[in-house]
């Protein structure tokens, strides 16, 4: 569980973020039949609908379901698989992982050896310096995605660096951006993580010009909304890549997008990425893990399976407010990756709901009431 | 290998049943615990209140505060048992039994006036006056034969809430 202090809800900016939750909530329940006619003691004192709300949302709630990691699907249940399970957990351990640990050791050795030399001395060649760095984190890219043996099919151009363009992608786990990165050089823009990977990004992915940002920093949001504005603006930038979730889902939903993304008037390019569960369950349960446990069972596993499609590029249409375009843009990478779509603000895993959409059950309630009580 | 279903044996589940009456059936009990386990984030053995109040939608419910001093800490045990009035199998008077303990927040076995206006103040919120609501309640009790001292018991649930039925049903999905 979090701390209260996180829990004080930075809700009036964030209501700018969301459109009408109301419109989404499961039907059913939550529209009743416009009840008519005279006001009894029996309708004041029937609370069944609400009633039935809370239990339905105890007994199951789509929110919870999107953060819903899937446990491996086990093979081993009877006498012939066993044997095979256990050859394959040795092969796994044994033979695939250190294999595995030996390519991305190499990986990093190149890697820093060349990036550090290059970023010392190539000072006076911006230029140079900055497409040699790029064509680094690539390749070193490709030893993560390889260091899990990513089967990786990508659909669609690729991208190319242009200035007024952003790409937006659905967000499974922190190896999205890997696997992306490997292709082209992105900037992307993150929530600052603690530990090595935080030193990764202060140093080495600060060079493709990664942007960064505290979750719960209210001022972190200005200060990444012009960070964004300006980088946009210039033509050798590397593309800039938005999740804009802003959290990891377990790639069966998308949760609303955030619509910073899509008020900057730039081209938006939506990336759909779809995992195959089939080996490993590629969700980052950030609360159940560290990333570095989340790295080590993709190490461990078979292999990670995933298509990445790069769609077609996207313009704010006349007269749509950016929050409908997020929407229409969700809807296309949802189609496209067979996600289901939520009406949840990603952010409520950090913080409660405002009070404005029980505020408008009661003025629902309060209005019928006081209608009924007219009627006579 | 072991997913959270396994650890209910068959003693487990039969006797969770007879705690609930057999309003739900073996795999809805299972499916139930499961969710539990989800909702216990660190397996304490029950869900605190922090953590029913980690669900968006259950939050936004007006009376979830009220519902949350019946169900918190609950085991898994009651937390079925809560849930059962919910059942497709459960009886009318379950029903009205359940909506009354909601009303009857100092479980005196009687709802005053205040009681009811206390929920009515959840449900409607800043929408309404105290007065429209005091003038409220006491117009429909007059109307069904009630003064506003008198208190009403189950009894006086059931008849009032019997007539038309509650409709208070909530699937377990099954999947």
């Known amino acids: 569980m979090n701390s209260k202090g996180t829990l004080k809800s ?11 939750i109301e419109d989404y909530l499961p ?15 029996h309708d004041l004192l029937d609370i069944s609908p609400t009633l039935s709300e809370a239990a339905g949302a105890i007994v199951d709630d789509s929110f919870t379901r999107c953060f819903k990691s899937n446990p491996p699907e086990p093979w081993n249940w009877n006498i012939y698989l066993f044997p095979l399970w256990c050859f394959g957990v040795f092969i796994r351990y044994l033979i695939i992982f250190p294999t595995r640990v030996l390519v991305l050791t190499i990986g990093w050795i190149i890697f820093l050896s060349s990036f550090i030399p290059v970023h010392l001395l190539l000072k006076g060649h911006d230029k140079l310096r900055r497409s040699i760095e790029r064509s680094l984190v690539e390749m070193m890219c490709s030893f993560f995605v390889a260091s899990w043996t990513g089967v990786v099919k990508y659909h669609g151009p690729r991208p190319s660096r242009r200035p007024k363009q952003v790409f937006v992608a659905n967000h499974t786990s922190m190896i999205d951006f890997i696997i992306l990165e490997q ?23 600060e060079s493709v010009g990664c942007i960064w940002f505290n979750r719960s920093e209210a001022k972190d949001r200005e200060i990444v909304a012009r960070k964004l504005r300006e980088h946009v603006q210039g033509a050798d930038n590397n593309p800039l890549l938005i999740f804009p979730e802003g959290t990891c889902v377990n790639n069966h939903y998308t949760v609303m997008f955030k619509k910073g993304a899509f008020e900057l008037g730039c081209t938006v390019c939506p990336v759909a990425i779809k995992y195959n569960k089939i080996f490993v ?38 007269g749509e407010t950016a929050i409908e375009f997020a929407e229409r843009v969700r809807d296309i990478i949802s189609h496209r990756a067979g996600l289901k779509k939520v009406p949840w603000d990603g952010y409520l895993k950090y913080s409660r709901p405002s009070p404005k959409h029980r505020e408008r059950k009661q003025q629902n309630f309060a209005e019928s009431v006081l209608r009924r009580l007219e009627e006579k | 290998m072991g997913s959270a279903s396994s650890m209910l044996t068959q003693y487990d589940i039969e006797e969770v049943q007879e705690h609930c009456n057999h309003l739900f059936s ?59 009035a919910f059942s497709t199998k459960a009886s009318a008077h379950q029903k009205i039994e359940l909506i009354f303990r909601v009303y009857d927040s100092d479980h005196n076995g009687k709802v005053s006036f205040k009681d009811i206006l206390e929920v009515l103040k959840d ?6 006056s105290d007065e429209q609501r005091e003038e409220v309640l006491s117009q429909v009790l007059k109307e069904a034969g009630y003064s506003k001292d008198c208190y009403l018991t189950l009894d006086d649930f059931i008849k009032v809430l019997g007539q038309s039925g509650v409709k208070m049903d909530v699937e377990v999905p099954v999947d």
């Open chain 1, 10 to 20: 930075s809700s009036s900016e964030l209501d700018f973020d969301r459109p009408n």
């Open chain 1, 27 to 41: 039907s059913g329940v939550a529209i009743q039949q416009e009840p008519r006619g005279k006001l009894r003691l």
């Open chain 1, 183 to 205: 292709m082209t050089a992105f900037a992307v823009i993150m929530q600052k993580h603690p530990g090595w990977v935080g030193l990764l990004q202060s140093t080495i992915l």
């Open chain 1, 281 to 318: 369950d590629a969700f980052w349960n950030s609360r159940k893990q560290s990333f570095t446990t989340h790295l080590l069972q993709l190490m461990t596993s078979w292999a990670v399976v995933c298509d990445v499609w790069y769609l077609e590029p996207q313009n704010l249409k006349p």
């Open chain 2, 26 to 84: 073996q795999q809805e009990i299972v499916c139930l615990y499961e969710r539990f386990c989800q909702l216990d984030r660190n397996a304490k053995g029950f869900i605190s209140s922090d953590e029913f109040l980690s669900i968006p939608e259950f939050v936004m419910n007006p009376i979830s505060q009220r519902l949350l001093k019946m169900v918190d800490g609950l085991n898994f045990k009651d937390f079925v048992a809560f849930l059962s």
């Open chain 2, 123 to 128: 449900l409607s919120g800043s929408f309404m």
